[in-house]
Structures are given as C-alpha cells and as structure tokens.
C-alpha cells in the first residue's frame, strides 16, 4: 500500500474521532447547561407602586382589606421591617434591579440615567438562560431601551415597541389624550393642585390600567405554558400610586368618613400656602381631601389585591406554581397625610418602609406562614433572587442575599440595617433610625426611637445624652457614601446596550 495513503487514513481516522469526541463533549454540555436551565424556578416579581407597609390587612390595617396578600404571606413569608434605599420611583427601580444604591448607579431622581456600566437584574437573567417580560412600569431613562426585557408591554410609552402599551391600547380604544380620564363631576377638587386628581374612571373597569397590566400578564404566563425554558415576569402596577382615580366599584368600596387619618399639623394650612408651584402636591391641609383620597388609596391596594388572586390562581391553573418562585413588593411608601404630607420622597415610615413578601417554589426548606422582623433593603432583592435560582452573585453587588432568613435559618452575620439616600439620608437600625437633612438645608438631623416611638414623634437628635449616637451615625453614613463600586461584570457577557 502506499505509505502516503496510509498516512492519509491515519489523519482522517484522528480528524473524525477528534471531531465526534468534540462533538459528543460540546453536546454533553449543552444537555447538561439545558438540564440545569430547566430545573431553575420561574419567577414572578410582583411590583405596586406607592404602598406603605402597613396597608395590608396581615399588618391589622383597620380598613384594607387584602385576602390575597395574606395568602401569599401564609404559603411564603411576609418581612416586617422591608426599606427602600431611595424613595422615589426610578431610583428605587434602579437599585432593585441592580443590587446597588442610588449614588452608586446614578438614578437619583426620576429623569436620570444610570451610569455608564450598570447592568439589571433581567440581563442578568437573561445571559443565564431566562426569558423575561414586562407588563407594566419600569421608569427608566432612556426610555427606548428594553433593558434586557425580551416582551415588553410597557404602562407607558416605554420600550422598544411603544405601541403595544397601554396608552397605545387607550388611545386606539376611546381616542383619549389623558391618562386618567374621570367621569365629569367626580372631582370636588378641580382647581387644587393635588385634588384635581381624584375621581372615578370614566371608560369600563375593563379598560383600566391595572385590568391591562394583568392581563398581558396572564398572556405571557399561558405562552410560557409548554416552553422548557425558565421565565422570568415583572408585572409591575403603578397603583396605588396617584391620581386617585379608580373604576366606580373600587373608588366607592370605602366610606371616606369611617376612614382613619393622621391628625393634620395646626399650622399645615400656613406650611402649604408656603410651596411653590407642584410643591403644593407634596402637601395637604383639608381633612376631607384627605378621607377622600385615603378611601380612594385603600380601594386601589383593594384592585390590586384581587389582581394579585387572579396572577396566582392562573399559577395554579397552569400548573406552574410549584415551580415559581413569587415576591410582592413596591417602590416606596406614600405619607397619606403623616406630618400633613402626601406621598415619598423622605425618609419618614410612611414613604420609606414598605411590603414585602417571599414565596419559594415547592418544595423548600423555606419557613411558611411566618414573618421576619431583621431589616431587608430593597437592593438585598438581587442577590436573593440569584441565589435562589442557583446563580452566582456577581462582585460589585451592594445588597446581601436574605435567602437563609426566607428559609428560618439563622444568619448571625446579617447586617440588620438600611441605608437610604435622595437629597437627605437615613440610617435605620433595630433601635434608631438617623435622618442626615444637611443636604436639603431645611432642618439638621433627626433621631428616633423606633422601639418605644414608631410614630417618630419624637426627636431625640438635640438631646445632649444621645450625642455620641448622632456622631456616630453621622461617620456611618459618610463611610457608607464613600463605598463606590466598580459596576458588575458578568463573565461571558456582552455590556448590555442601555449600560453603554
């Protein structure tokens, strides 16, 4: 035989077997990377916007009621003591998504971008094998991106595909330019700053908002139905976020009289007349406005409830709740009238304290039925939710993982604290919580006992027996806003669009 065909033989015996041993590996790891894909649990990250955490009839809200939440919070488990580290939409948003705060990321003020670099949550997500969808708010600037959102139903004209959101829908339906049309002679108020904002919608209950995110939301959940592939869906509402306009049977399904509300400050009417402009908003000084709005408030969380019964019981239908891991939170809180302010942006309980509930899929060591009372940030969500898909946490993530909490293990290293920062800052431990106002020049620094004062009526920053423990906060807060770092790196990961 020729000694040159031989050795040809030999060499394409070698490129054949080399190849399908290449082959079989490459296969092998994908089958296995599939197999891991597939055992990872779907999530349902269920956002309201605006809801303290004591609007929830778990937390013996006199009025409220909220069946489906306390059944979520008995299957899962409900946290007490949940902040946001920045209240006020796009940097609460923010700093969910990414695990960072709001110094770090950027987004300290709705309008802002985030930094160059910062990655989200859904792109993390994503790279690891996740779809993901939206329906509803996301709040963030650029608003042309998707943010790593493969479906995206945005509330708003957000997104890739503004016209597949809701004010496309209302607009191709009734041909309205407003968001929140109301039926004339609904609103007492027309001519105030924040009460031309309440009344009852003026189209069907169908064509709500909260009606539209749901069912996009169901949409999406039955298009998941024979796919393999893990889901990822944040059906976020902005309710009960202003205006005060809801369908008839939720605006009227609270009497405004039987409604409970903070007494107004004696001098609320002279502090108000003092704001300029939308500053007026911030501010409320008429008790029946309140009652109104209030009673209005608890039948939007009301609305919500009944959604959040319908998103689970689909779950069930569906067969998928066994294997989805779901969590029920908001942005931020709202005042409703403690200290005679309306809304967020500080760092009182009202605006910055807010609900929080976790549920994992079936079956976990995770303790069901019961509350957990250590302090959670809202950037500690990131971390827990990759944790609890058997992610890795990348460096540079501010939040820590509460999976061992969640699950009734004791976390002895648990950091029990929360930091916020917008103009002013906050410090909240187990027993204090510290306000830094320097920054807003209004006021100096507040402290309270939330132990023995929850009501934070009671300043203790002036009295002189506290003062090592203001001047120790005040070096806390400057270490903490020092900690700057670099943004998440992803290996294996291309920078996202929206992060450069």
Same mark, same amino acid.
Request: one cysteine or more; charged letters at 25%; hydrophobic letters at 35%.
């Given at each position: 035989?020729?000694?040159?065909?031989?050795?040809?033989?030999?060499?394409?015996?070698?490129?054949?077997?080399?190849?399908?041993?290449?082959?079989?590996?490459?296969?092998?790891?994908? =089958?296995?990377?599939?197999?891991?894909?597939?055992?990872?649990?779907?999530?349902?990250?269920?956002?309201?916007?605006?809801? /303290?955490?004591?609007?929830?009839?778990?937390?013996?809200?006199?009025?409220?009621?909220?069946?489906?939440?306390?059944?979520?919070?008995?299957?899962?488990?409900?946290? =007490?003591?949940?902040?946001?580290?920045?209240?006020?939409?796009?940097?609460?948003?923010?700093? =969910?998504?990414?695990?960072?705060?709001?110094?770090?990321? $950027?987004?300290?003020?709705?309008?802002?971008?985030?930094?160059?670099?910062?990655?989200?949550?859904?792109?993390?997500?994503?790279?690891?094998?996740?779809?993901?969808?939206?329906?509803?708010?996301?709040?963030?600037?650029?608003?042309?991106?998707?943010? $790593?959102?493969?479906?995206?139903?945005?509330?708003?004209?957000?997104?890739?595909?503004?016209?597949?959101?809701?004010?496309?829908?209302?607009? /191709?339906?009734?041909?309205?330019?407003?968001?929140?049309?109301?039926?004339?002679?609904?609103?007492?108020?027309?001519?105030?700053?924040?009460?031309?904002?309440?009344?009852?919608?003026?189209?069907?209950?169908?064509?709500?908002?909260?009606?539209?995110? =749901?069912?996009?939301?169901?949409?999406?959940?039955?298009?998941?139905?024979?796919?393999?592939? *893990?889901?990822?869906?944040?059906?976020?509402?902005?309710?009960?976020?202003?205006?005060?306009?809801?369908?008839?049977?939720?605006?009227?399904?609270?009497?405004?009289?039987?409604?409970?509300?903070?007494?107004?400050?004696?001098?609320?009417?002279?502090?108000?007349?003092?704001?300029?402009?939308?500053?007026?908003?911030?501010?409320?000084?008429?008790?029946?406005?309140?009652?109104?709005?209030?009673?209005?408030?608890?039948?939007?969380?009301?609305?919500?409830?009944?959604?959040?019964?319908?998103?689970?019981?689909?779950?069930?239908?569906?067969?998928?709740?066994?294997?989805?891991?779901?969590?029920?939170?908001?942005?931020?809180?709202?005042?409703?009238?403690?200290?005679? /302010?309306?809304?967020?942006?500080?760092?009182?309980?009202?605006?910055?304290?807010?609900?929080?509930?976790?549920?994992?899929?079936?079956?976990?060591?995770?303790?069901?039925?019961?509350?957990?009372?250590?302090?959670?940030?809202?950037?500690?969500?990131?971390?827990?939710?990759?944790?609890?898909?058997?992610?890795?946490? *990348?460096?540079?993530?501010?939040?820590?993982?509460?999976?061992?909490?969640? /699950?009734?293990?004791?976390?002895?290293?648990?950091?029990?604290?929360?930091?916020?920062?917008?103009?002013?800052?906050?410090?909240?431990?187990?027993?204090?919580?510290?306000?830094?106002?320097?920054?807003?020049?209004?006021?100096?620094?507040?402290?309270?006992?939330?132990?023995?004062?929850?009501?934070?009526?009671?300043?203790?920053?002036?009295?002189?027996?506290?003062?090592?423990?203001?001047? $120790?906060?005040?070096?806390?807060?400057?270490?903490?806003?020092?900690?700057?770092?670099?943004?998440?790196?992803?290996? $294996?990961?291309?920078?996202?669009?929206?992060?450069?």
């Amino acid at each position: 035989m020729n000694r040159s065909l031989v050795h040809y033989d030999i060499a394409v015996w070698c490129t054949i077997t080399c190849v399908t041993r290449r082959e079989l590996l490459l296969a092998s790891s994908a =089958t296995a990377l599939s197999a891991q894909t597939q055992a990872r649990p779907n999530i349902l990250f269920i956002m309201v916007d605006e809801m /303290r955490w004591d609007a929830m009839s778990s937390e013996h809200h006199p009025v409220v009621a909220t069946p489906n939440l306390d059944r979520l919070a008995k299957q899962g488990v409900r946290f =007490t003591n949940a902040y946001t580290v920045a209240p006020v939409c796009s940097p609460s948003r923010a700093c =969910t998504f990414t695990g960072r705060y709001a110094d770090v990321v $950027g987004v300290t003020a709705n309008g802002v971008p985030a930094h160059p670099g910062e990655v989200f949550l859904p792109s993390i997500l994503k790279h690891h094998g996740y779809h993901t969808a939206i329906a509803g708010k996301l709040h963030y600037t650029p608003a042309r991106f998707s943010y $790593g959102f493969d479906q995206f139903w945005s509330f708003t004209r957000e997104g890739p595909a503004p016209e597949l959101g809701y004010m496309s829908y209302l607009e /191709r339906k009734h041909g309205s330019p407003r968001k929140f049309p109301i039926v004339p002679g609904t609103c007492p108020w027309p001519d105030d700053e924040l009460g031309r904002d309440v009344g009852i919608f003026k189209y069907p209950e169908e064509d709500f908002e909260t009606e539209w995110i =749901t069912d996009r939301s169901l949409e999406y959940l039955r298009s998941r139905k024979e796919k393999q592939q *893990p889901w990822f869906l944040f059906s976020s509402y902005l309710k009960p976020h202003s205006p005060s306009v809801e369908p008839k049977r939720y605006f009227e399904k609270y009497d405004p009289a039987a409604i409970p509300v903070p007494k107004l400050p004696p001098n609320i009417k002279q502090i108000r007349a003092a704001q300029e402009g939308q500053g007026k908003r911030r501010f409320i000084d008429d008790e029946r406005m309140l009652r109104v709005m209030s009673a209005a408030y608890y039948g939007a969380i009301a609305h919500i409830d009944d959604h959040v019964g319908k998103l689970l019981a689909e779950l069930d239908r569906l067969g998928m709740a066994d294997n989805t891991l779901v969590l029920f939170t908001a942005d931020h809180g709202n005042m409703l009238g403690d200290r005679g /302010r309306m809304f967020k942006g500080v760092m009182y309980e009202g605006s910055s304290h807010v609900p929080l509930i976790w549920r994992e899929p079936k079956p976990s060591p995770q303790k069901r039925g019961g509350t957990e009372a250590k302090i959670i940030e809202n950037t500690d969500l990131l971390p827990t939710i990759l944790e609890a898909a058997g992610l890795p946490v *990348p460096q540079g993530i501010q939040g820590r993982s509460f999976l061992k909490l969640a /699950r009734g293990a004791a976390d002895n290293t648990w950091k029990d604290l929360c930091y916020s920062q917008l103009a002013t800052a906050m410090v909240r431990t187990p027993r204090f919580k510290f306000i830094d106002q320097s920054r807003d020049l209004s006021r100096d620094f507040e402290l309270y006992d939330m132990r023995n004062d929850p009501k934070e009526e009671r300043n203790l920053a002036g009295e002189a027996k506290h003062r090592d423990a203001v001047e $120790g906060f005040k070096r806390q807060l400057a270490a903490w806003r020092r900690d700057k770092p670099a943004p998440v790196r992803i290996p $294996g990961m291309d920078v996202p669009d929206y992060a450069s």
